[in-house]
Protein backbone atom coordinates (compact mmCIF):
# COMPACT_ATOMS: atom_id res chain seq x y z
CA UNK A 1 0.00 0.00 0.00
CA UNK A 2 1.43 3.28 -0.79
CA UNK A 3 1.15 6.20 1.49
CA UNK A 4 2.72 9.97 1.66
CA UNK A 5 2.86 12.30 4.25
CA UNK A 6 3.82 16.35 3.56
CA UNK A 7 5.03 17.89 6.52
CA UNK A 8 6.34 21.02 7.41
CA UNK A 9 6.06 24.66 9.22
CA UNK A 10 2.42 25.89 9.23
CA UNK A 11 3.19 29.56 9.24
CA UNK A 12 6.00 30.93 7.26
CA UNK A 13 6.67 34.60 7.20
CA UNK A 14 7.06 37.04 4.22
CA UNK A 15 10.51 35.69 2.59
CA UNK A 16 11.39 33.41 4.27
CA UNK A 17 12.15 29.88 2.88
CA UNK A 18 9.50 27.21 3.17
CA UNK A 19 10.92 23.48 3.82
CA UNK A 20 8.67 21.04 3.05
CA UNK A 21 8.87 17.26 3.50
CA UNK A 22 6.93 14.23 1.80
CA UNK A 23 8.02 11.06 3.42
CA UNK A 24 6.45 8.25 1.91
CA UNK A 25 6.09 4.28 2.37
CA UNK A 26 5.12 1.41 -0.15
CA UNK A 27 7.50 2.39 -3.21
CA UNK A 28 11.06 3.03 -3.90
CA UNK A 29 12.54 5.84 -5.46
CA UNK A 30 15.17 3.31 -6.55
CA UNK A 31 12.67 2.26 -8.77
CA UNK A 32 12.72 2.79 -12.79
CA UNK A 33 9.54 5.15 -13.88
CA UNK A 34 8.41 6.30 -9.99
CA UNK A 35 8.46 10.25 -9.59
CA UNK A 36 7.82 12.11 -6.42
CA UNK A 37 5.60 15.30 -7.39
CA UNK A 38 4.54 18.36 -5.39
CA UNK A 39 1.00 20.30 -5.94
CA UNK A 40 -1.33 23.02 -4.20
CA UNK A 41 -3.77 24.35 -3.56
CA UNK A 42 -4.81 27.74 -2.16
CA UNK A 43 -8.25 27.65 -0.12
CA UNK A 44 -10.88 27.47 -2.55
CA UNK A 45 -8.56 27.76 -5.61
CA UNK A 46 -7.26 24.91 -8.20
CA UNK A 47 -4.57 22.98 -7.88
CA UNK A 48 -1.23 23.85 -9.27
CA UNK A 49 1.63 21.24 -10.16
CA UNK A 50 4.99 22.57 -8.74
CA UNK A 51 7.78 20.47 -9.19
CA UNK A 52 8.67 16.80 -9.32
CA UNK A 53 11.67 14.50 -8.88
CA UNK A 54 12.09 10.93 -10.96
CA UNK A 55 14.12 8.12 -9.69
CA UNK A 56 17.15 9.18 -11.96
CA UNK A 57 17.30 12.47 -10.35
CA UNK A 58 15.48 13.52 -13.50
CA UNK A 59 13.69 17.15 -11.77
CA UNK A 60 10.62 19.13 -13.29
CA UNK A 61 9.68 22.40 -12.39
CA UNK A 62 6.57 24.52 -13.18
CA UNK A 63 7.96 27.52 -15.13
CA UNK A 64 6.26 30.34 -13.55
CA UNK A 65 7.89 29.05 -10.10
CA UNK A 66 11.33 27.64 -11.14
CA UNK A 67 13.26 30.38 -9.71
CA UNK A 68 12.14 30.02 -6.78
CA UNK A 69 11.86 26.00 -5.99
CA UNK A 70 14.44 22.93 -5.36
CA UNK A 71 13.71 19.81 -5.29
CA UNK A 72 15.64 16.97 -4.06
CA UNK A 73 15.57 13.07 -2.73
CA UNK A 74 17.09 10.72 -0.21
CA UNK A 75 16.34 8.09 -1.51
CA UNK A 76 17.71 5.88 1.71
CA UNK A 77 15.38 7.52 3.69
CA UNK A 78 12.19 7.46 1.41
CA UNK A 79 11.69 11.61 1.06
CA UNK A 80 11.47 14.21 -0.99
CA UNK A 81 11.94 17.49 -0.23
CA UNK A 82 11.09 20.99 -1.46
CA UNK A 83 12.64 24.38 -0.62
CA UNK A 84 10.47 27.38 -1.97
CA UNK A 85 12.27 31.01 -1.42
CA UNK A 86 10.87 34.25 -0.80
CA UNK A 87 7.53 33.10 0.43
CA UNK A 88 4.66 35.42 0.02
CA UNK A 89 1.27 35.57 1.44
CA UNK A 90 -0.31 34.68 -2.05
CA UNK A 91 1.49 30.78 -1.68
CA UNK A 92 -0.45 30.60 1.60
CA UNK A 93 -1.84 26.95 0.46
CA UNK A 94 -1.94 23.35 1.24
CA UNK A 95 0.89 21.49 -0.11
CA UNK A 96 0.56 17.74 -1.31
CA UNK A 97 3.05 15.38 -2.79
CA UNK A 98 1.92 12.70 -4.79
CA UNK A 99 3.55 9.31 -6.39
CA UNK A 100 4.00 9.24 -10.01
CA UNK A 101 4.30 6.41 -12.05
CA UNK A 102 5.32 5.19 -15.46
CA UNK A 103 5.21 1.65 -15.88
CA UNK A 104 5.50 -0.51 -19.30
CA UNK A 105 3.34 1.63 -21.67
CA UNK A 106 1.63 3.14 -19.11
CA UNK A 107 1.91 6.64 -17.64
CA UNK A 108 -0.63 6.38 -14.62
CA UNK A 109 0.39 10.44 -13.66
CA UNK A 110 0.18 11.28 -9.76
CA UNK A 111 -2.23 8.54 -9.01
CA UNK A 112 -1.61 8.27 -5.28
CA UNK A 113 -1.94 11.68 -3.29
CA UNK A 114 -0.72 12.64 0.43
CA UNK A 115 -3.95 14.14 3.28
CA UNK A 116 -1.65 17.58 2.48
CA UNK A 117 -0.11 20.14 4.70
CA UNK A 118 -1.44 23.62 5.39
CA UNK A 119 0.96 26.67 4.82
CA UNK A 120 0.20 30.26 5.89
CA UNK A 121 2.46 33.15 4.81
CA UNK A 122 1.63 36.09 7.38
CA UNK A 123 3.83 38.17 9.16
CA UNK B 1 2.10 26.50 -20.62
CA UNK B 2 -0.45 24.50 -21.67
CA UNK B 3 -3.94 25.84 -20.63
CA UNK B 4 -6.55 23.80 -19.48
CA UNK B 5 -10.01 25.10 -19.53
CA UNK B 6 -12.82 23.34 -17.95
CA UNK B 7 -16.74 23.51 -18.79
CA UNK B 8 -18.95 24.24 -16.98
CA UNK B 9 -17.64 25.35 -13.89
CA UNK B 10 -20.32 23.95 -11.44
CA UNK B 11 -23.02 20.93 -12.09
CA UNK B 12 -26.04 20.09 -10.49
CA UNK B 13 -26.99 16.82 -11.18
CA UNK B 14 -30.21 14.56 -10.39
CA UNK B 15 -28.97 11.18 -8.56
CA UNK B 16 -29.44 8.33 -11.71
CA UNK B 17 -28.88 10.78 -14.36
CA UNK B 18 -25.65 11.31 -16.50
CA UNK B 19 -23.30 14.12 -16.18
CA UNK B 20 -20.63 15.08 -18.34
CA UNK B 21 -17.45 17.67 -18.41
CA UNK B 22 -15.68 19.40 -21.07
CA UNK B 23 -11.85 19.97 -20.81
CA UNK B 24 -10.10 21.91 -23.82
CA UNK B 25 -6.21 22.31 -24.11
CA UNK B 26 -4.60 25.21 -25.60
CA UNK B 27 -2.61 22.31 -27.68
CA UNK B 28 -2.68 18.79 -28.85
CA UNK B 29 -1.80 16.77 -26.04
CA UNK B 30 -1.16 13.82 -27.88
CA UNK B 31 2.14 12.25 -27.45
CA UNK B 32 4.67 11.21 -30.16
CA UNK B 33 4.01 7.89 -28.73
CA UNK B 34 0.70 7.82 -29.78
CA UNK B 35 -0.98 8.46 -26.64
CA UNK B 36 -2.95 11.08 -24.95
CA UNK B 37 -1.62 12.59 -22.08
CA UNK B 38 -4.84 13.72 -20.04
CA UNK B 39 -6.24 12.59 -16.96
CA UNK B 40 -9.48 13.26 -14.78
CA UNK B 41 -8.98 13.64 -10.87
CA UNK B 42 -11.90 13.98 -7.92
CA UNK B 43 -11.60 15.66 -5.55
CA UNK B 44 -14.12 15.18 -2.51
CA UNK B 45 -15.33 17.42 0.15
CA UNK B 46 -12.24 17.68 2.68
CA UNK B 47 -10.30 14.75 1.24
CA UNK B 48 -6.99 14.99 -1.15
CA UNK B 49 -7.44 14.74 -5.58
CA UNK B 50 -8.07 10.74 -6.26
CA UNK B 51 -6.99 9.49 -9.43
CA UNK B 52 -9.82 8.81 -11.89
CA UNK B 53 -8.84 8.35 -15.72
CA UNK B 54 -4.91 7.96 -16.89
CA UNK B 55 -4.27 9.06 -20.71
CA UNK B 56 -7.43 9.90 -21.91
CA UNK B 57 -9.54 7.11 -21.31
CA UNK B 58 -8.11 4.59 -19.10
CA UNK B 59 -10.34 3.70 -15.42
CA UNK B 60 -7.65 3.48 -12.70
CA UNK B 61 -7.73 0.57 -10.11
CA UNK B 62 -10.81 0.34 -8.27
CA UNK B 63 -13.08 4.02 -10.66
CA UNK B 64 -16.49 2.78 -11.04
CA UNK B 65 -17.11 1.97 -14.61
CA UNK B 66 -19.77 4.65 -14.78
CA UNK B 67 -16.80 6.93 -15.04
CA UNK B 68 -15.57 6.91 -18.67
CA UNK B 69 -13.02 9.32 -20.81
CA UNK B 70 -12.89 10.44 -23.98
CA UNK B 71 -12.05 13.09 -27.18
CA UNK B 72 -8.95 13.56 -29.00
CA UNK B 73 -6.51 15.90 -29.54
CA UNK B 74 -7.59 19.47 -27.63
CA UNK B 75 -11.39 18.50 -26.63
CA UNK B 76 -11.80 15.70 -23.87
CA UNK B 77 -14.75 14.84 -21.88
CA UNK B 78 -15.60 13.10 -18.40
CA UNK B 79 -18.88 11.49 -18.71
CA UNK B 80 -20.65 9.56 -15.15
CA UNK B 81 -23.38 7.70 -16.62
CA UNK B 82 -25.29 7.67 -13.51
CA UNK B 83 -24.41 9.83 -10.92
CA UNK B 84 -24.39 8.75 -7.37
CA UNK B 85 -24.56 10.92 -4.49
CA UNK B 86 -20.77 9.93 -3.38
CA UNK B 87 -19.48 11.27 -6.84
CA UNK B 88 -19.56 14.93 -5.41
CA UNK B 89 -16.77 17.14 -5.43
CA UNK B 90 -14.81 19.23 -7.86
CA UNK B 91 -13.58 17.19 -10.83
CA UNK B 92 -9.80 18.09 -12.35
CA UNK B 93 -8.98 17.35 -15.42
CA UNK B 94 -4.65 17.45 -15.72
CA UNK B 95 -2.70 17.41 -18.76
CA UNK B 96 0.99 16.00 -18.61
CA UNK B 97 3.11 16.98 -21.60
CA UNK B 98 6.75 17.57 -21.68
CA UNK B 99 6.59 16.81 -18.08
CA UNK B 100 5.06 19.71 -16.82
CA UNK B 101 1.93 19.35 -16.03
CA UNK B 102 -1.28 21.99 -15.92
CA UNK B 103 -4.81 21.31 -14.65
CA UNK B 104 -7.99 22.88 -14.80
CA UNK B 105 -9.97 25.43 -13.25
CA UNK B 106 -12.20 22.31 -11.84
CA UNK B 107 -15.96 21.56 -11.99
CA UNK B 108 -18.11 21.33 -8.67
CA UNK B 109 -20.49 18.99 -8.82
CA UNK B 110 -23.40 18.66 -6.60
CA UNK B 111 -26.23 16.64 -6.11
CA UNK B 112 -30.00 18.19 -6.72
Known amino acids: QITLKESGPTLVKPTQTLTLTCTFS??????????VGWIRQPPGKALEWLAL???????RYSPSLKSRLTITKDTSKNQVVLTMTNMDPVDTATYYC???????????????WGQGTTVTVSS | DIVMTQTPLSLSVTPGQPASISCKSS???????????LYWYLQKPGQSPQLLIY???SRFSGVPDRFSGSGSGTDFTLKISRVEAEDVGVYYC?????????FGQGTKVEIK
Open chain 1, 98 to 112: AHKLWFGESDYGMDV
Open chain 1, 26 to 35: GFSLYTSGVG
Open chain 1, 53 to 59: IYWNDDK
Open chain 2, 27 to 37: QSLLHSDGKTS
Open chain 2, 55 to 57: ELS
Open chain 2, 94 to 102: MQGLHHAWT
